[in-house]
């Protein structure tokens, strides 16, 4: 039945390890995602805000200020997506393990709504007290987000993790690990959606090039909140997609539920997926009623 399934490739997680010592330092693929693609964002952002007339006037921010923040995204992307992880999924365990919430993070553990929150409360802060545009700054997140998103759903395929539901197509890839090739339909190895390669093309390549277009080549940076509005929407809707194909996680997945759902037949990406779209659209509406204003 699989015979055209692909196999997975032998990618070590770690790139390299730094030893000093006794002591070893593995640096992971799912680490330089975040990294190179807070360097894209940086230098996104730092282009736009070095052409005054994408604005209409000035830019909402200074390149000193832009340093500051990005430091401050990092902390709220860390602490974020890791306290989201923790409370949104399996808030019942880490109560019980409150050392694995930190310890955690290095097998992946990290959570995209809790580190959109984290950025959410990092920004909010940063443009009270600094005096900036809300509004512009959420647009300048927007377009920054994007390749960040697609470089760390990569590497969650190269470690191997987050693949999707069982399939026949050609594309199907089988994945190691006991759990991943198990299949109550199929006798051998499943071959499953490479789902983390779905989100990555539509979260990551696709959303960052039509945000990109509209912010550089049709001005929309011009209608405060327009762009995040989008980026809102078209995230939640990218990620509300995907998780039909993407394997629930293993903790909702029971006899009785084997899809994992867990409210109104969606899974818990859907639940959390679906205000984001909400949020977006009327974000979107406000920009544009405060333009007809």
Known sequence: MFAAAIPFPDIDPAIFTIRLGEFA?????????????????WWIIARAIARPGLWGGEAPMTKAQLE?????????????????????YQPGYYLAHPVEILTGIRSGGMSFHGGFLGVVVAAWLFA?????????????????????????????????????RPTDLPWGVIFPGELAQACATVAGPCAR????????GLEGLLLSVLLLVLAFRRGWLKTPGLLA?????????SRFIVEFFRQADAFYITADNPAGHVFLGMTMGQVLSLPMVLAGGATV???LKRVRA
């Open 128 to 164: 009270r007290k600094h005096g900036l545009q809300t509004a512009s700054l959420a647009d300048l997140l927007a377009i920054a987000a994007p390749p960040a998103l697609g470089l760390v759903r990569v590497a969650n395929f190269v470690n191997a993790e987050l693949w999707g």
């Open 68 to 88: 500051a923040l990005v430091s401050l995204m990092v902390i709220g992307i860390i602490v974020g997506g890791r306290l989201g992880y923790t409370l949104f």
């Open 285 to 287: 509406l406000w920009a």
């Open 229 to 237: 509005g989008t980026f809102f929407a078209g995230y939640g809707l």
């Open 193 to 200: 959606h490479p789902s983390q390669i779905y989100e990555a």
């Open 25 to 41: 330092f593995p640096v992971y693929w799912y680490a330089l995602g975040y990294i190179v693609g807070i360097l894209i964002g």
